[in-house]
């Protein structure tokens, strides 16, 4: 399961932000660039651009995509909260080996918390869908350690295989498995 599959092929690359909440980013879909996102972090709106003439198409799907599911204010700006939060919940998961899920949770639990009240029925798509992807990424990892205990239970000799995967990681497993 790649997490773009949830997002429409959207994903977030060289994000950057300062502590006065300005970013910048690149809009990627299917890997390759296509829109410019930032913010002067002064409680306006995002701006976005595309990036080539061939691009503007583009920056229009990605308009229409965001609608579809972030509603009628500001839907682009809201989903491209939720890729800036994918991208928060990545590295974390990469540098504390945490699940997507136990992550995507605390920050929904404090965003709940934190938020205007009235504001948090807006925020439930956005939830919904750090949720949706947690849980294929729990089932991907549930999956690939069942393929280990199998193995473990047959006997199956793991000496030919590549020594990431003996070190007891399953990477080489799920690209097998799952396509990645």
Do not use: C, W
């Not at 009628?72 to 504390?96: G, W, Y």
């Not at 869908?129 to 947690?134: A, F």
Request: charged content about 30%.
């Amino acid at each position: 399961m790649k997490i773009t599959d949830y997002t429409g092929g959207y994903a977030l690359a060289k994000f950057e932000q300062l502590r006065t909440g300005a970013f910048t980013a690149e809009i990627l879909r299917d890997g390759k660039h296509v829109v410019e996102v930032e913010n002067d972090g002064r409680g306006g709106s995002n701006r976005y651009s595309a990036v080539s003439d061939e691009s503007n198409a583009e920056l229009l799907a990605f308009r229409d995509y965001a609608a579809r599911d972030f509603g009628d204010f500001e839907p682009a700006d809201a989903f491209v909260e939720v890729l800036i939060d994918i991208d928060i919940i990545q590295n974390r998961v990469r540098h504390s080996g945490a699940r997507f899920s136990e992550v995507a949770e605390a920050i929904i639990v404090d965003s709940e918390e934190t938020a205007i009240p009235e504001t948090v029925p807006y925020m439930q798509p956005h939830f919904d869908l750090l949720r949706k992807i947690g849980a294929a990424l729990d089932a991907d990892v549930a999956a690939a350690d069942s393929v280990d205990s199998l193995q473990a239970e047959r006997g199956t000799d793991t000496s030919g295989l590549a020594s990431s995967t003996r070190a007891g990681g399953t990477a080489s497993i799920r690209r097998t498995m799952f396509g990645r």
